[in-house]
């Protein structure tokens, strides 16, 4: 789990989260309230939906496009980057720090998370634990299961 | 006396129900055939044998066959095949493009579900207008209208159609006679507004056109062999059409005959099919059909024909143009399929006052095919197009469809009415 963790205050624009991943090159933002508790998570895919059209829902398949032509050059408009990050952040899923590696990992897999925000008793966030992290340490717990007799 | 009331008071409620949007067409439907049959049932003048009398099951055949192709074709990817390849043979030239798209969907429309094919043709021309850098609104547009104009040709084009041919007894080739030199005539005058309204839009020069002409539409076609063998099937079925008088076949028998053999032929996962069926849209049908038969029954039919009864002294030429417009003005607010429901009954019963409706009939086909075209709301095609243009940079706004489709609405029931006027006999033959 790592413990430096980046966040965002709910009162920051999406331009400003998009930077803070680009610079931190992470892909899980914390959206953290006055009381420094997270009220919602910004992912890159929820960034992401900004530059995807959103008419692309309704094909059933666009593996027939070669080339996006004049679509590869649309951006986001100002108006969408200075929205506030509360517009498009998701509802967060989050572990207590006591949290068993099992729960944590099938919280991950139902919801469909990279990243898990860990926080403290008190609901303060404490930390981000990735799937890699996860997985490593119940992979690591096979080491003990004994090998099979031939 | 009491029946009547009621039975009128069912239907009107239900009717208003339906037009306000107060309660799903269906459900409302549903209630309202209950009531009227349980009404009948207590006052004795309509029961459950009367009901299931007054069910046109010809229409709901032939609606079920087309819609078992369609949902044949649907998954097969051949409604983007056909846009895609507009998009490439326009070669990104907006106005060409506006016609093909056009053509495209009213060819389709003529012969498929206008709905279905709006739907699924609407989001590739977003993809290509997006990708040549160009305003997709007047094409969406430009489709939903010349498919409610196209769709107006044949019997199986639009629900009215199947139910006014089922009501009259007109055969498939009674509306290529009728139906088709109107509509041709009508839609190029529509296509020729449509670029006049259109004229700024459509002047802007796409910056991409290298990227659509990468575009390979049979990349684009998911399942050629199911593609090939529902079109093979649907062409034996127009052929049959054709046909229907000489072979004393009923449209209910060829288009169930189809869909059963399309369904042989291509073995599809038969559940999941069913669920791309509309069943609402049967069930709807035939609750209205019960409804209309407890009309019928309590004999507040028989009252609305006397009460009409002068109408016999007015020239016929101009009642048609009157019912023409009284359709068209109603379908631009409202379900096509309800109003004609309920006008079915009242010309035939006019016709058994010893009244020649039959150039009615063809008056009410193009007023319900035409109508539509005037609001947002006036077409079930309308209201998808304005839908999914929401998922664009420029949506269709109700105020936007004002000014485009109201007045090609106001021009294809003009030129209809000349066109009625000048080829009356025709239409009485």
Known sequence: MKRKVFSISASSTIREAAALIVEQRIGLLPVLNKQGKPGGVISLSDLLKLELPDFFDLLPDLDFVRDFGAVETTRPTPNQLDRPVTMIMQPITFVEENCGLLRAYALMVKHNLYDLPVVSEEGVLVGLASRVDIAAAILATWKNVEASRP | MIAQILVGLIFLITLWLIFSEKLNRTIAGFGGATLMVSVGKALQFYDESHAMEAVDFNTLGLLLGMMILVALLEPTGFFQFLAVWAGRFSRGRPVVLLALLGTVTTLVSMFLDNVTTVVLIAPVTILICEILGINPLPFLITEALLSNTGGTATLVGDPPNMLIASAAGFAFNDFLTHALPVVLVVWFAALWLLRHLFRHELAVQPTNVAAVMKLKPHESLDDPKTAWRVLVVLGAAIILFFLEEPLGLSQAFIAMGA??????????DINELLRRIEWGVLVFFAALF????????????????????HLHAAPPALLGLALLWFS????????????????????QGLSADGMDVGPLWWALAFGAGFGGNATIIGSTANIIVANVSERTRTPITSDLWNRRGLPVMLLTCALASVLYLLLYTLFTA
């Open chain 2, 328 to 347: 068209a003005g109603l379908s631009a607010f409202v379900d096509n399929v309800p109003i004609t429901i309920a006008l079915i009954p009242v010309l």
């Open chain 2, 259 to 268: 869909a059963s053999a399309a369904l042989v032929w291509v073995r599809p």
């Open chain 2, 290 to 309: 019960v409804m209309v038969g407890g009309l019928e029954a309590s004999g507040v039919l028989n009252k609305l024909v006397t009460l009409l009864e």
